[in-house]
């Protein structure tokens, strides 16, 4: 079982193309939509969870890339900045899932990208600009 | 045993001092008792570092030619208004200052990207900011209008001075309302959606000398990176607070007004803070050296997290409307979890003030006083509601 975040990229002209149900449906895919950005004639952004077979997995891609879906990793999106961080931890309390986090011992912030749903909760929280999203 | 400030400082000359952090005491307290320990260290360091909102910058300008005179004129940083009602060369800056055209909170929550704080960190950091003045004319201060751009060391002098910092104990702010809201300790979540603390617990300057028996007017410190001074005790400066018994005050009692060279500063230890919804604010890493002086001081340094508590206070209504209140008690300890149990429930913690800068301000301080860098002074006064230990 292979699990996947992946940025989907549409151009305009597949807007209205039911592909998230292809990826379930013909590739017996999980999909777990983390957050998605689709507006009216521009290019719309996905962020999934994908979860199933490596080799269905790797038939969705081709299908993706065939159709004409921009396929990118997830690990770019939210960027943390250790030279602006002060290590206040005031982040952490606002991360759902843990990807901040405080060491015990350094009491410095620990960022663990892989844990990370761009949820942009920590955004607000940081007075220091030290996280960025990219979506 | 007992030790005077003198006796202090002639080992530090002496290279033979022994300094250890507030962290490091509470464990050799634990450890080998407060006789031994007092016995062993001479001084103890402790350090904060966190936004600290009375803060701000005092410059004086080389003269234009023609000359002008600022003082009842206006003059702005990059934009951001600083205060012309002074002599004609003499501005102040304050960090929580912002642009005209700053929407402030009309865009709710606002962003605060840019203010005093941040004109402060590009100075600190190497860069210029463009000065403006507008003015009236004088016989002897004849120009109306002065636009330049200034590097720190290009000011005549650029004086730290922050009428209130280093809040002994801070409320611990919580959110019983409906809606998420913006204040000076962060984002709160409704519904007690988190708790937000501001101190360094056991390394926290004020906290380490709770009856202010070796810090008074006159104490040398560390701020932003050199040497400054206590100059007076700091405004709402509460100067006979409730105390539980181990001396510690039960709510936010004793403040500092202190003083230090701008142009001797690090951005290591100086950064300016954007708090969404609220302003921005300077970040400072202050750090005061603890003689110890008898045992008394020592017990009172070596406090640990677990004995240091605070006082919940909701942030939606008690606070702005300054009804007391009544959530009850948190330790450092517990705050340092990441959780904590408030009304039943548990609720994520997250922090303000920076541990691990402070403890790089203790650590570089200790570090300081150990090369025979940094001496400790008599203060020539104590702080309202205060004795000084013998020694002092």
Known sequence: ?135 | MTRTIEEINAKIKAGKVVVATAEEVVGLVREKGVKAATQAVDVVTTGTFGPMCSSGVYFNIRQSTPKIKCGGGKVAFNGVPAYAGWAAADLLLGCTAVSEEDPRNAVYPGLFSYGGAHVIQDLVQGKVVKLTASTYGTDCYPRKEYSVELGLQDFASAVMFNPRNCYQLYNVAVNLGKRTIYTYMGVLKPGLGNANFATAGALSPLLKDPTLRTVGIGTRIFIGGTEGYVVWPGTQHVAEPQRLANGLPQSPSATLAVIGDLKQMSPQYLRAASIVGYGTSLAIGIGIPIPVLDEQVMAHAAIGDGEITFPIVDYAEAYPLGRPGGLGRVSMTELLSGHIEVDGKKVATGCLTSRAKAREVAAELKSRIQNGGFTLSRPVAPLPGAELAQGC
């Open chain 1, 1 to 135: 079982m292979a699990i996947k975040k992946v940025v989907l990229n549409f151009p305009p002209r597949l807007i209205q193309e039911p592909v998230t149900y292809h990826l379930v449906r013909d590739y017996d895919l999980q999909v777990n939509i983390m957050r998605a950005l689709v507006r009216p004639r521009e290019k719309g952004r996905m962020v999934l969870e994908l979860t199933g077979s490596q080799a269905n997995m790797d038939k969705a891609f081709e299908y993706l890339d065939q159709v004409g879906v921009q396929v990118d990793a997830l690990v770019q999106e939210l960027r943390y900045n250790p030279d602006l961080c002060v290590h206040c931890t005031a982040c952490t309390a606002f991360c759902p899932t843990g990807a901040l986090s405080v060491d015990p011992d350094s009491r410095k912030i620990v960022f663990d990208a892989s844990h990370c749903i761009l949820c942009e909760s920590c955004i607000p929280a940081c007075a220091y600009r030290a996280i960025e999203c990219q979506f």
